[in-house]
């Protein structure tokens, strides 16, 4: 009995200076810490391949959408190569919008030969790549340089059923040998009414504006006023029920003028310009 009560405060003892064995029963030392709070259920953090989704709508990898993404452009380059030889055919008469006049014509051309189809196939392709690449569907009038037409009211028929939200006709002029620079075509009436009428000069006026500063070309000193030429004769604008205007991109019997024209990198700036254009008109 004497030796177990020695025994027994001996481990007392003992415990008291900490050198007893640890519990780990709730409530002990090894318990009193404050936990690591648990997350619930769904509340766990995002990730990074969790973050949220772009925007519905958007076109690029960035989100972002182009800046003509949805739009429908229609563009006609002027005449086609294959009218040259089919002369019967393009003067057969059309409605140009309450009176006739010929399918289409060969054009014109410089001094050295260069054909206005194939320059206005040539602005029309580079316009093309640059507007499909700012995200428009982009229609053409025509698909190649060695057909014949189409005629002038069925090249307004195609913008009017692709339900354009703008058209442009690319053409350059053949003046006076001393008449120099470009020049918009502005319809002063439309099959579209008085609303298209008015977009179409709002349209008008963005291409004047781009063509101007993105070329170098200064308005025609010929023709119009301040590069604007109100018309009432041509049949692609009188039929049409689609914003339009019409481009001469400059004189192709003027010296300088052909230089230019005649210059793919001066068609690249023209392209340029009314890829401009279409997005200051479209924003």
Not at 166 to 179: C, E, F, K, R, T
Request: hydrophobic share 40%; with cysteine; charged share 20%.
């Amino acid at each position: 009995m004497r030796r177990w009560t020695w025994v027994a405060l001996l481990a007392a003892v003992l415990t008291l200076a900490g050198c007893g064995p640890r519990a780990t029963a709730s409530g002990s030392r090894a318990d009193s810490a404050s936990p690591t709070p648990s997350r619930t259920a769904g509340s766990a953090a995002p990730s990074p391949s969790a973050a949220p989704p772009s925007s519905a709508g958007s076109s690029s990898p960035t989100g972002r959408r182009k800046p003509l993404q949805g739009k429908v452009i229609v563009l006609d380059a002027g005449h086609n190569d294959g009218n040259f030889g089919h002369t019967s055919v393009i003067d057969q008469l059309v409605d140009a919008g309450g009176f006739r006049k010929p399918c289409d014509t060969t054009g014109t051309e410089t001094n050295a030969g260069y054909h206005e189809a194939a320059f206005t196939w040539d602005v029309t392709k580079r316009l093309t790549a640059l507007l499909r690449a700012d995200g428009a569907r982009v229609v053409l009038t025509r698909k190649d340089d060695h057909s014949v037409g189409p005629c002038v009211d069925v090249r307004a028929a195609v913008g009017n059923r692709a339900h354009a939200d703008a058209a442009i006709s690319v053409h350059a002029d053949g003046n006076l040998l001393s008449g120099h620079g470009f020049h918009v075509m502005q319809p002063v009436r439309m099959s579209g009414g008085s609303a298209v009428l008015a977009r179409s000069r709002r349209l008008a006026l963005a291409v004047r504006d781009a063509y101007e500063s993105g070329t170098g070309m200064p308005p025609a000193n010929y023709i119009g006023t301040e590069g604007i030429d109100p018309r009432s004769d041509m049949a692609g604008l009188n039929l049409s029920t689609v914003p339009k205007v019409l481009l001469e991109c400059g004189n192709m019997r003027n010296a300088g003028d052909a230089k230019d024209l005649s210059s793919a990198a001066f068609r690249q700036r023209i392209a340029r310009s009314l890829d401009t254009a279409m997005r200051a008109y479209l924003r």
